[in-house]
């Protein structure tokens, strides 16, 4: 009885205590910005001392917490500024509190400069080596099994915007679209984009695979007549791309940039301890580091080094110089937050990229943010095999209720958004209805993709419209292809153009039929289409990316009177995988019939030539490509490659059928490539470009043979020979290399004066041999066409002695940010009629 009565008065106590600190617990409310930019501080700490119990900021520096009466101090930190401890007898309400920088990386400039920098005997420079030897057992592809939810952000937006521009008349209708940078600030931006992903990653070591379950996924779309937003959305994938500190090199904006702490960091950039945090457990140096040189694609910022014997990086700050040689970026900042796993080991928590885009510095640009956030992070949790059997990313995806996607998406996101994010979604859908934003994006897609739209079919491209040759004379052309609003199953296209010096009339028309129910024009493609031509064209030109009769091809050097009408019947199929790999067959009746001063004649040893009017052929294809992890934006008319690490192959196979569909001849063409950009850090990039043909057949005619690839104008084309004149080389067998190397200003950017232009260097080199057999030879087969003549009666048309045919260029790129200029050296076959044996060309070429 006396043991029952004890313990109900050990329980009232306890309870009555409990009640006790409840009712004097202390809410706290603030914000934590940084003392001197006023910007909030995100995911900054606010601990009790000497206690597990701690709290973070939001995105925006706001916080919540509450703390015993009677408790140890609280303490708010954040790694790279000063600690301060709250005076809770203030009893105040909201705290604002505001973060000093310990060290900030300009007074390390400051310092510096005239000190001489060694890399022997220097801490700094032996720390960073420990860290680069214990990267591997750091980072993820470190460990044996990981998996964590991945939520993803990407947003953007014109940024720095004046009063004075947001006023404007013409803007009357659209001030609902902007928004105040910040409080402190008068300008504003306006946000364009948003794309918000939340997916279950899995990753295992041995072999190395990663499985990515996308659960939810969404973004702010504008009308697909006017944008690709998918490719849109790829694009701005690829220029935010993943940071991660561990791989030697960091990929961003199309081009590589050093890491701080790869094998060759101390050789490139400078090192200084500049701190020792021992307010953080466990204790933390901080690092600064600078580029040697700040053209070099370099990073300079601040890391935070773990001394647990571990190394790891705990945090990063990493920003790019102003005197970076990369263009249209007034600003680039990373962000990285680390935090420890289930078995300590260090796992990224946070990634943070903002990147601001501007044609100069000051003024409006584009601003974008990728933020990545990482929870329920697992270390060493097994996985059965078969969860990652299948393509690496998964969609499972939910729809649900619209009314519902608010509440669902509020669940999932690890941060909050904004007022300002949260509103773009409806802006861009509200935007999308007036009239006057859809007149303004029917003139964008003439301007840059050079199609007007017309209700439900495309009139263009508008470069083709007018053009000139010297067989056809002026040349005028109208044309255009239907839409999605036509039909999503058939699309069809179409041109006229007429030579006012020839007099007659060309045109194309096809019709094609989607397999899939998308768009032809959308990955992946699986159609079958029809097609008849019947107009001009150069033998051996096969251009990419670009028409025959554009405009800016009318202007050619030498001789330039080697034409062809065509009247070519083609049935294709195309069908293309998940895995980027394609095929596609066809059939194709051509007949051609020489133009200009090509003649189709045979010349026998005696007797008189006999000329031949038409060449008629039935050709059946089918051809392969692979290109592993491929990414591209689709254009109204191309699609612009993202390249990657991966190589991409190609196979063909034509067939000619003789006796069938008025087929002449019996051969069969095997082509083979191989595409491959090689990254080479801070010495730039090259792509090799690898392919060979063999023709097995006897007696076909010259026409139907390989007929290098030539370049008579005056632009720099890259699949092409840039001083080979059109016919000048054929072959029925041959292997060639193309190799573009790009160095990215790296010598350039060390030479004083000089590296203020911020030209970079490229450099190429092109060889092709190949020959042809005595029975494909017109040299000793007088059944076969004879070789082309030139105006002069000279022989124009060769194939291959006992060396390769070489070119090679070194030029600059970069000029004016827009503009690439060779100096292209023809290295052998000089003494051929009308050849020159260097030439200037030039090439645009925008790039970061």
């Known amino acids: 009885m006396i043991q029952n009565i004890f313990r109900g008065l050990l329980l009232s106590l306890s309870l009555l205590l409990s009640m006790s600190a409840i009712a004097q617990s202390i809410q706290l409310q603030g914000k934590v910005v940084d003392k001197s930019t006023k910007e909030p501080i995100e995911f900054a700490t606010i601990a009790i001392v000497g206690s597990s119990k701690a709290t973070k900021t939001d995105e925006q520096g706001n916080f919540e917490f509450t703390v015993p009466a009677i408790s140890l101090p609280v303490r708010v930190s954040y790694v790279g500024y000063e600690s301060i401890q709250l005076d809770l007898t203030q009893n105040k309400s909201f705290w604002n509190i505001e973060l000093s920088a310990e060290n900030e990386i300009e007074a390390v400039v400051i310092k510096r400069p005239k000190l001489k920098y060694s890399n022997k005997n220097n801490p700094a420079v032996e720390l960073i080596r420990q860290v680069i030897a214990h990267r591997d057992q750091n980072r ?46 008068s300008t504003y931006a306006l946000p364009a984009f948003m794309e918000e992903k939340v ?276 040349r005028l052309r109208i044309g255009g292809r239907t839409t999605e609003q036509f039909s999503t199953r058939f699309f069809s296209e179409g041109y006229a153009a007429y030579g006012f010096e020839d007099q007659k009339w060309k045109y194309f028309i096809s019709g094609t039929y989607s397999l899939n129910n998308k768009s032809v024009y959308k990955f992946p493609q699986h159609y079958i289409r029809a097609s008849y031509q019947h107009d001009t064209k150069i033998p051996g030109q096969n251009l990419e990316f670009i028409q025959e009769d554009n405009i800016l091809l009318s202007f050619k050097r030498g001789e330039n009177k080697s034409y062809l009408y065509n009247d070519i019947y083609k049935l294709e199929y195309k069908a293309e995988f998940q895995n980027n790999f394609s095929i596609n067959a066809g059939l194709t009746k051509w007949k051609q019939n020489p133009a200009g001063i090509i003649k189709y004649q045979i010349i026998p040893e005696i007797g008189d030539p006999t000329l031949i009017h038409a060449l008629n052929t039935t050709e059946a294809s089918i051809g392969f490509r692979w290109a592993p992890k491929e990414q591209f934006y689709q254009g109204k ?108 200003g790296f010598v350039l ?35 076969l066409f004879a070789w082309q003549r030139n105006s002069d009666d000279e022989i124009s048309s060769f194939t291959f002695g006992n060396k390769p045919y070489m070119e090679a260029s070194v030029g600059l790129a970069n000029i004016f940010k827009v503009l690439r200029v060779d100096y292209v050296k023809r290295l052998n076959y000089n003494d051929h009629p009308g050849v020159s044996d260097w030439g200037i060309r030039a090439r645009i070429k925008v790039d970061f």
């Open 140 to 185: 993820l592809v470190g460990q044996e099994y990981v998996e964590f939810e991945q939520y993803e952000k990407i947003t953007l937006g014109l940024s720095n915007l004046s009063s004075k521009f947001v006023g404007r008349k013409a803007f009357k209708n659209y001030q609902f679209l902007f928004q105040k940078e910040s409080d402190s600030t």
């Open 199 to 474: 997916s279950k990653v899995y990753f295992k070591n041995n072999p190395q695979k990663t499985k990515q379950f996308t659960l939810a996924h969404q973004k702010a779309e504008f009308d697909p007549k006017f944008v690709d937003n998918e490719g849109l959305a790829t694009y701005f994938n690829k220029l935010y791309d993943k940071v991660d500190i561990y791989d030697n090199n960091i990929t961003l904006l199309t081009n590589q940039f050093l890491s701080p702490i790869a094998d060759s960091a101390p050789t490139f950039y400078r090192f200084y301890i500049t701190d020792t945090i021992k307010t953080s457990s466990p204790q933390l140096i901080e690092l600064s580091f600078f580029p040697r040189n700040k053209s070099d694609f370099l990073f300079q910022g601040k890391l935070y080094v773990t001394l647990d014997g571990q190394y790891a990086v705990q945090g990063a700050k990493m920003k790019v110089s102003d005197e970076i040689n990369l263009n249209f970026v007034r600003d680039l900042n990373i962000e990285l937050t680390f935090e420890k796993d289930n078995i300590n080991k260090y796992f990224l928590s946070r990634s943070a990229l903002g990147i601001d885009f501007a044609l100069t510095g000051k003024g409006t640009g584009v601003q974008g943010n990728r933020v990545v956030y990482y929870k329920d992070y697992v270390n060493g949790l097994a996985k059965p095999d078969s969860l990652y059997e299948g393509p690496e990313i998964v969609n499972q995806v939910k729809t649900h209720k619209a009314a519902d996607d608010r509440q669902y998406w509020a669940g999932l996101r690890q941060a909050p958004l904004t007022n300002q994010e949260l509103s773009i979604y409806q802006n861009i859908d509200s935007l999308q209805e007036m009239p006057s934003f859809r007149r303004f994006m029917d003139v964008a897609a003439l301007l840059l993709s050079g199609y007007k739209q017309a209700g439900p079919i495309e009139i263009g491209p508008v470069n083709t419209f007018y053009s000139y040759n010297p067989i056809e004379g002026l």
């Open 637 to 744: 008319l191309y699609r612009t490659p993202i390249y990657n690490k991966y190589p991409i192959l190609t196979f063909n196979y034509t067939a000619g059928i003789k006796g069938f569909l008025d087929g002449e001849y019996n051969y069969h063409n095997f082509t083979a490539g191989i595409f491959k950009r090689t990254y080479l850090s801070q010495f730039g990039y090259a792509d090799f470009n690898v392919d060979g043909t063999y023709i097995a057949g006897s007696n076909i005619p010259y026409p139907l043979l390989t007929l290098h690839r030539a370049n008579q104008t005056y632009a720099y084309q890259l699949q092409s020979y840039n001083l080979m004149n059109f016919m000048e080389f054929i072959s029925d067998h041959h292997a060639s290399v193309n190799v573009q190397y790009y160095m990215n």
């Open 749 to 783: 950017n060390k030479l004083p004066l000089i590296k203020k232009l911020q030209l970079r260097e490229v450099f190429s080199f092109k060889g092709v041999y190949g020959g042809l057999r005595d029975s494909n030879n017109p040299s000793y087969n007088r059944d």
